[in-house]
């Protein structure tokens, strides 16, 4: 299935696209430095994925895979500086975090990108007030500070989920 056009607008990182249904998605990748602590290296390079619908007429809107394949090839732009790393949090604050993360581990098997050369590394996180949420890092097979990343997550999810 072919993807919806997009527009992509670099200096804020972000992605727009309409579907036939008239509905308008801003798939947004926010610079988030501060997320891990980790060296400049890797730190520089990790972006929040928000994917956020911003119109839509009144009523049902029927189903559209075509959604599917247009975040796909979205990531597939946004990935091609191999150094990215892409980190999508599910918060569980209205109730259907688990839902989102559901879908978004669906789609990330469906779209077989880890045969594509990515890697997803998932963690859960717990707060003092005990809100929780899972949060996933996705980024280029070859990236060759991988094992960094996946420690500098470690290091983040070891620090929220000591007992407080």
């Known amino acids: 299935m072919e993807a919806y056009l997009f527009e992509f607008f670099p200096d804020e990182h972000f992605y727009l696209f309409k579907t036939r249904y008239e509905v308008r998605y801003a798939i947004r990748f926010k610079p988030s430095f501060y997320v891990l602590d980790a060296a400049p290296v890797i730190a520089d390079n990790v ?8 119109e839509k007429p009144e009523g049902p809107i029927p189903p559209d895979e075509q959604i599917l394949y247009t975040i796909a090839a979205i990531a597939e732009d ?4 191999e150094q990215n790393i892409a980190i999508y949090v599910c918060d569980d604050s209205g109730g259907k975090g688990k839902a989102r993360k559901r879908k978004f581990d669906g789609w990330f ?3 077989n990108f880890e045969g594509r050369g990515f890697m997803k590394i998932d963690q859960g996180f717990r707060e003092a007030d005990g809100f929780s949420y899972s949060a996933s890092l996705i980024f280029k097979s070859e990236n060759p500070l991988k094992i960094q990343i996946i420690t500098a997550l470690d290091d983040l999810a070891a620090k929220y989920n000591q007992p407080k």
């Open 78 to 81: 946004f990935f091609k500086k």
């Open 47 to 54: 972006y929040e994925l928000v994917i956020a619908r911003i």
């Open 109 to 111: 098997v469906y779209l």
